[in-house]
């Protein structure tokens, strides 16, 4: 056992230090993510040894259902039903939770820690909503909870936010952090397709599920900006106050109009540090074709970190898929058997269970400028009501355009794009500009997100 000192300066906090001898690992969950992840490791067990000096022996791969391992060829002599056998084996130094979902994964990583074992999870709904009492949890045994996977599939944004930026502080993140949602605009934006084809697509080739509600209306991306948000600027992150808006309402027009006005529409995942505290939220936003973000196309991921010192730094690959998420979790094993994560856990300073930093806004501070698109009827005076309406809420207009294709039409589409203003103002213009006896439909409102200044140079 190796001693560290905790965060308060107190008491020891003792975690394993296995470096180059070796960890035994029981995968719970054997589905995509977990069948990849054994594949791994028993596959790669030469390569990950060469270059890590670890050892990792898989002990146990625990599920009910053994279809996938089978599929796998992963030998069957490791599997086993019984959970509680391989909780109170000794020899199993380290657990994987692969099941996903909240209640059962959660009582699972506590009975884990209680036995004495390190977690490995990938289960970013369960450190969103539960991160802050896992990680005190495990600080109490002196153990750690690797979650690489949890937030960038295959991408290390994990270990780059505790270790490799550790000398920066962290002033915004800009996320693009789920494939399915990105291969669907990627669709709308490059085939002119609706977003109802686009989804159709996904789901026939695999990227999205039956029910893609929890990728499409973005909650996915709203978990894994919560974890990051929390390791980047020590904010005690509260979820259920985190804006979410998805991409299942948005409009080909919108897409291809914006693509006019020289911009990308991109599911981002924002994290921002203003003056009085951090700005976290999910939403459809236009980017500038020439922000990295906008390059990235079908279901990869990206996400730009700024910090005050190093400036902008991309972060790109897979963010989901099981071979991708497999090599993350292997990497938390090893760093775990290192000692490197466990080291980090017990010595740096932002992790959910300590955070009093920074407070979370509350949405409506957010700044920034918009592109609006107002179906109106083709009369003289409509654009000076709108005008005078956006004008008494302290809203400058950048741009103004009219299709003149639609003319005649009983609504034509009024496209706007404003100077920065707060969030909180434009929307109380909006409420009131649909208001008019002259508008159609509700106003559309997304976001135009600037390239964050960086501090260097």
């Known amino acids: 056992m190796r001693s560290y000192v905790d965060n308060e300066g107190g008491s020891p906090y003792h975690a394993a230090m296995i470096s180059k001898e070796t960890i035994r690992v029981a995968l719970v969950g054997c589905g995509t993510v977990g069948g990849a992840t054994a594949e791994l490791l028993l596959r790669d067990r030469e390569i990950i040894a060469r270059r890590s000096g670890v050892q990792v022996e898989v002990a146990a791969i625990v599920d009910r259902d053994f279809d996938r391992a089978r599929a796998l060829n992963l030998p069957e002599e490791l599997y086993t039903s ?16 692969l099941v996903g979902g909240l209640e059962f994964a959660r009582t699972l990583i506590i009975r884990a820690l209680d036995a004495g074992k ?54 915004a993140i800009y996320g693009v952090v ?79 109009f914006g693509q006019d006005l020289g911009y990308v529409v991109k599911l981002l995942a924002l994290a921002q540090r203003v003056e009085t505290g951090v700005l976290i939220r999910v939403h459809p936003a236009f980017i500038s074709r020439e922000h990295p973000l906008a390059w990235v196309s079908g279901p990869f991921n990206a996400v730009s970190i700024y910090g005050h010192t190093v400036g902008h730094t991309l972060y790109y690959g897979r963010g989901a898929g099981g071979e991708a998420t497999a090599s993350a979790v292997a990497s938390d094993v090893i760093a775990i058997a290192l000692g490197t994560m466990p080291a980090l856990f017990s010595h740096t300073g932002y992790w959910p269970d300590l955070n009093t930093g920074d407070p979370q806004l509350p949405p409506g501070e957010a700044v920034s400028r918009f592109y609006l698109r107002i179906m109106v009827a083709d009369r003289p005076g409509v654009l000076a009501r709108i005008g005078r309406i956006l004008a008494d809420h302290d809203i400058s207009v950048a741009s103004l ?7 005649g039409s009983e609504r034509i589409p009024l496209v706007i794009t404003t100077h920065t203003c707060q969030e909180q103002q434009l929307r109380t213009a909006v409420t009131l500009i649909d208001g008019l006896d002259t508008t159609g439909e509700a106003t559309v409102v997304l976001p135009i997100i600037e390239e964050h200044p960086e501090r260097i140079g």
């Open 82 to 97: 019984d959970l509680d056998a391989v909780l109170a084996d000794p020899a199993v130094d380290l657990v994987v939770e």
């Open 178 to 256: 789920n494939g399915t949602c990105n291969y669907i605009l990627t669709e709308m934006i490059r085939e002119g397709k609706s977003y109802q084809e686009s989804l159709a697509e996904a789901q026939r080739i695999g990227l999205a599920e039956a029910d893609p509600s929890l990728d499409v209306e973005g909650q996915d991306s709203a978990h894994k900006i919560a974890i990051m948000s929390a390791l980047a600027f020590g904010t005690n992150v509260d979820f259920a106050a985190i804006p979410v808006e998805g991409v299942n309402n948005l409009d080909s027009r919108d897409v291809a």
């Open 118 to 171: 390190h977690v490995v999870t990938a289960n970013k709904a369960l450190l969103a909503h539960h991160g802050r009492e896992l990680f005190g949890h495990a600080r109490a045994r002196g153990l750690t909870i690797g979650f690489e996977a949890s937030c960038g599939g295959g991408i290390p944004v994990i270990r780059a936010i505790i270790d490799g930026l550790l000398a920066n502080e962290i002033d």
């Open 401 to 407: 355009r009219q299709n003149e294709q639609a003319l």
